[in-house]
């Protein structure tokens, strides 16, 4: 595709269900990305997939959170038991290899937990 | 660990005024340093970058330069129009082993006049 695409742009939920929020990265890229953004707030660091394995998950804020790349393209972000506190937007962005390339981010998911 | 720091907002200009973001950031070693504008609605886009001590990143009119000795990458435009009006955000990703990651300031949001 053109650019990183995220699905769905908007998700509301109660709290204590399970999420997924689904990434496709710019056809190509190896390395793909995760990240949060509170409102107001910068963008923060959740996890990195080089390939199909996480090569850092540090920022993960609780085990509640797992994300998966199973063939090395698309990946999936998984919330289970989800709180209020995990409302935001989920960004996910590509680059073409690791190293400090250029990221490009998608659009973002809307998380609202109720 | 690495951070940046950016003016806070919001910054409220009339059209074709100067405009200055003042971004400081704190890294070991020699970070490339990034300016993200994300529109209203829209998605992270990159809008400049530099990769070493004195290079100047400059696209639509903005301009920011990469200044070692006093850790910083201001962002400057000489005339802003409305189109302008955004949250633009000051980045780095560190030459250290965590050298992938985005770190992102808080955002600066700014309303352009006409």
């Known amino acids: 595709g053109a650019g990183v695409s995220q699905t769905p742009s908007n998700k509301v939920t109660e709290k204590g269900k399970y999420v997924e929020l689904r990434c496709d990265p710019i056809s190509g890229h190896t390395a793909l990305y995760w990240y949060r953004q509170s409102l107001g707030q910068g963008p923060e660091f959740l996890i990195y997939f080089q390939g199909t394995g996480a090569a850092d998950d540090s920022g993960l804020p609780n085990d509640r959170f797992f994300a998966v790349r199973p063939e090395g393209s698309v990946s999936t972000l998984k919330i289970q038991r989800t709180e209020r506190g995990d409302s935001a937007v989920y960004l996910c962005?590509?680059?073409?290899?690791?190293?400090?390339?250029?990221?490009?981010f998608g659009a973002g998911t809307r998380l609202s937990v109720l | 660990g690495d951070s940046v720091t950016q003016m806070e907002g919001p910054v409220t200009l009339s059209e074709e005024a100067f405009l200055t973001i003042n971004c400081t950031y704190t890294?070991?070693?020699?970070?490339?340093l990034f300016w993200y504008v994300q529109y209203p609605g829209e998605g992270l886009q990159l809008l400049l970058k530099a990769t070493k001590a004195d290079d100047k990143g400059s696209n639509k009119g903005f301009e920011a330069t990469y200044r070692k000795e006093t850790t910083s990458f201001h962002l400057e435009k000489g005339s802003v129009q409305v189109s302008d009006s955004a949250v633009y955000f000051c980045a780095l990703i560190g030459s250290g082993t965590g050298g992938f990651k985005t770190i992102f300031g808080a955002g600066t949001r700014l309303f352009v006049k006409a």
């Open positions: 890294a070991t070693g020699y970070p490339s």
């Open positions: 962005a590509s680059s073409p290899g690791q190293g400090r390339n250029i990221q490009y």
